[in-house]
């Protein structure tokens, strides 16, 4: 396991960064809906950091992981979409939209991957270990 402390501290990082990125840009004393991403920022930064050091909850880390990204990445799309205007253009996809933030989420799917081989390399057999 402590192989992997690098990679959770990677994870970690880049939740957090998520995290403060979107309490920066949707403050939550501005809407409720703000609240959303800022619960979700702290759950994936903190309790499933946690979770992937651990045997019996890193599998569970990473479908939370799997999960998050999922909905993170059907969230900005669509944000993306909302507030489109002007031409489409795939230098405006890459630079006028949420695409490099989606990017930057897409990066914790092998980081997870990796600590969860690390962690649990024969999978389901080594739970009880």
Known sequence: RRKALGLI??????SLGGLL???RIHPVDESAWNWIPAISGIVTTFPVSVMF???????WAYLITWAAVIVGTVAMAL??????????????????TTFPDIVI??????????????VRPKGHRDAAA
């Open 9 to 14: 501290a990677s994870l970690f990082l880049l």
């Open 79 to 96: 944000y993306s979409m909302y507030e489109w205007e002007g031409d489409i253009t795939l230098f405006r996809i890459a630079l006028h």
């Open 105 to 118: 989420l897409w990066a914790k799917v092998p980081l997870a991957y990796m600590v969860l081989m690390i």
């Open 21 to 23: 990125l979107h309490l």
């Open 53 to 59: 050091y651990y045997r019996k909850t890193v599998a």
